[in-house]
């Protein structure tokens, strides 16, 4: 067990403030976290509670106001591109919405061709990237001759969603951060994508990171839970002491919003 | 691409002003390939010949003659001849001879010369005539009786030893000539103006170099203003704070003074048309700067630029292949309203004489400059001026109902 927890990525005080002086806002409050090597972490608030921000700052496209983050027990150094470049071949994202996380003017194959290229494979021939991103896109179930000279938004918001996990499956990262995966989709699609997502993990033995406002697929999936209101963590643990035991309020609050089919609900509450 | 292309056509304001704009394109190309005639060329001696078909007095007598027998000849020929103020001297010594008021026309001239003929007798005095009016009328009546006298006139040519005036031949008032026979005969279909260049020649060439102005103009202000909205809207930070307060000082020193001082201190010798076009460029990138930015802070944080960070790709990269081609539509409709503000900028720059120098290329704005310097406009002069002010506003017009049309397509907000 000892070695299994070994630290990816930590955070000791981090801070994010916008604006200046009077309209100041603190998204993020100094947050203290450890994610270890191979876990599944939730981190689970409400719309507003800063989970996108601390991504954001997670995977190093906004600055930190304050504190610091550690990756692989090293303090994190992306000053320049290059650095960040070899930051991000090891931390890679999801996105919320895949609608408008493809440049609707490059076709599919360069989305692809953008991991191949990033892990190095610029000069391999021509017919070893097509059977790479057949690889990728059959692991989805995306057949890459259907989808080759298309564009993105040709496809549908599932099978977009799913050309993002091809794109992780490419890179593989060490670190994957999902921005609430599966808000956009439809439900039938949902359980797919997080198929395909778990899948994904339990091949590459990556960490992932679900941000969600959903604390039932929070507990579906993850070994630990953060619990995050108004930019603070007021509740962590192992997934089935933070949903089975709440001690905070507010966490009690999130696991009774879950609605449940066969209960009448009561809308005098809302 | 193609689906947009297909788009922007079936839009009726692109349509209108896209025609428009190939029309004037089409006549600016294709009428110096038929009269090559250069644009500054002097022909007319004297201001402002009106428009019309100009034939050579000198080829006309020398051409084969035909003899036309038409009722009307001799009396449109008076006509043309009894000025207005001839008709209401004849008309005041017919009603001095007792005819009543009411059966004088002056306008017709067969029966206003039946009554004169009747009535005019040059011993007769009327009351309160003074000397000088007397000899008018007998004048008056000598040139009526020449007018219809139908022994023509002699030609006669100076013989170069003797110094004698030889008779060649006569010509009689109903010898016509075929205008196809003339060898010279120039049109003018727009006259001439202050000096004697031929107005649609030097408008069509003043056209061209216009719309050089506005192009140049308009893509020197859109490079400019595009490449600093993209930096200071995509890195921001203190980039962004140096760019915008160069902008706004540009925004709040009004550009057309700007543009009037480095006119003005860059001195008359200096001033090429290209000089111009320059100067236009480089006062009027601000709002397109300023546009392009607040639509780059708008896109810089969109998912798909976060991925192609995530991508590894570089800032030049992200800008030209995630912000730019999203942008481009935009900055198209900026460049053709540049292009129209370029060609307007050029127009009053060169009213007020600050534009290009004179005596090497016409254009829209320098031909205004000289009809209003030469009084045409209070002349009536009308063909000097109005024709250039169709030009400019058809210009300007065809452009903005091309924008307009763009912006239905591309914002699908404002479709029909």
């Known amino acids: ?62 600055s930190t106001t304050e504190g610091e983050i550690y990756f692989l027990g090293e303090k994190r150094d992306i000053r320049t591109h290059r650095k960040k470049k070899e930051y991000w071949k090891n931390i890679q994202a999801i996105f919320q919405d895949p609608f ?32 790479m991103m057949t690889e990728a896109c059959s692991f989805v179930n995306l057949k890459f001759e259907e989808l080759t000279n298309k564009y993105p938004f040709e496809l549908s918001g599932g099978q977009m969603q799913r050309l993002m996990i091809a794109r992780i499956f490419l890179l593989k990262p060490k670190i994957l951060l999902a921005d609430e995966p599966t808000s956009m989709i439809d439900a039938s699609s949902r359980a797919t994508i997080l198929d395909y997502l778990m899948k994904l993990r339990n091949e590459t033995g990556m960490t992932t990171i679900f941000i969600t406002h959903d604390i039932g697929l929070a507990y579906y999936v993850s070994d630990s839970v953060y619990i995050m209101e108004r930019g603070r963590f007021v509740e962590s643990g192992t997934a089935d002491e933070v949903i089975l035991y709440p001690r905070e309020a507010y966490t009690k609050r999130l696991i009774n919003d879950v609605p449940k089919i066969y209960e009448e609900w009561d809308l005098s509450t809302v | 691409m193609k689906q947009i292309i297909q788009q922007i056509f079936r839009s009726g304001k692109f349509i209108v002003g896209f025609s428009i704009f190939t029309t004037i394109l089409l006549v600016v190309i294709v009428y110096p390939l038929l009269i090559p005639d250069p ?3 002097i022909i007319g001696q004297g201001t402002f010949f009106e428009p019309g078909i100009y034939v050579s007095v000198f080829d006309s007598i020398s051409s084969p003659q035909y003899t036309l027998n038409l009722d009307e000849a001799a009396a449109k020929r008076i006509a043309s001849k009894l000025g207005e103020e001839d008709r209401l001297a004849i008309k005041e010594w017919l009603i001095a001879s007792g005819i009543p008021e009411g059966e004088i026309e002056i306008e017709n001239t067969e029966k206003l010369l039946d009554q004169w003929f009747e009535n005019y007798d040059p011993a007769k005095n009327i009351p309160g005539m003074t000397n000088a009016k007397r000899n008018y009328f007998i ?80 893509i020197i202000a859109t ?34 003074v700007l543009l009037i001082l480095i006119s003005f201190s860059i001195g008359q010798d200096q001033r090429g048309a290209f000089t111009i076009a320059m100067v236009i460029g480089f006062t009027s990138w601000v709002w397109t700067a300023r546009a392009v930015r607040s639509q780059v802070i708008s896109l810089r944080n969109r998912d798909h630029v976060n991925l192609s960070k995530l991508s590894g790709h570089s800032v030049v990269h992200i800008i030209l292949t995630d912000i730019l081609p999203y942008i481009a539509s935009y900055v198209v409709m900026a460049l053709i309203l540049q292009i129209s503000s370029g060609i307007l900028a050029e127009a009053g720059l060169s009213i007020l004489g600050l534009g290009p120098r004179t005596t090497e290329v016409p254009t829209l704005g320098l031909m205004m400059n000289w009809a209003m310097i030469y009084q045409a406009h209070i002349l009536g002069k009308w063909w000097a001026y109005f024709p250039v002010i169709i030009t400019i506003a058809l210009i300007t017009f065809s452009m903005n109902l091309m924008n307009t049309g763009l912006d239905q397509v591309f914002n699908p907000a404002l479709r029909d």
């Not at chain 1, 440049?103 to 194959?109: A, S, Y």
């Not at chain 2, 026979?181 to 060439?205: I, K, Q, S, W, Y």
Request: charged share 20%; with cysteine; hydrophobic share 45%.
């Open chain 1, 100 to 131: 408008s996380s493809y440049n609707i003017f490059n076709k599919i194959d360069t989305v692809l061709l953008d991991c191949i290229h990033m892990r190095g494979g610029s000069r391999l021939p021509r017919a070893k990237k097509i059977e």
């Open chain 2, 223 to 256: 490079l400019i203003g595009l490449t600093l909205g993209l930096l200071s809207g995509y890195v921001g930070g203190v980039v962004d704070d140096v760019i915008m307060f160069i902008t706004n000082l540009f925004i709040v020193i009004p550009s057309f």
């Open chain 2, 139 to 218: 004048r008056l009546n000598k040139a009526i009786t020449g007018l219809l006298s139908d022994e023509g006139m002699s030609i006669t040519v100076k013989n170069a030893e003797t110094g004698v005036l030889e008779e060649k031949g006569t010509i009689v008032p109903s010898a016509y000539v075929n205008v196809n026979e003339v060898p010279n005969v120039r049109v003018l279909p727009l006259g001439t103006d202050n000096f004697g260049r031929d107005v649609l020649t030097e408008l069509v060439a003043a056209t061209r170099v216009s719309l050089q102005i506005g192009f140049v103009a308009g």
């Open chain 2, 39 to 41: 644009p500054l060329n």
């Open chain 1, 1 to 62: 067990m000892a070695n299994q927890k070994e630290l990816c990525l930590s955070g000791k005080g981090l801070t994010k403030i916008f604006g200046l002086g009077g309209r100041k806002t603190v998204a993020v409050d100094h947050v203290d976290f450890d994610f270890y090597k191979g876990e599944v972490v939730s981190i689970v608030g409400e719309s507003g509670s800063g989970k996108t921000t601390l991504a954001k700052m997670l995977l190093g496209l906004i």
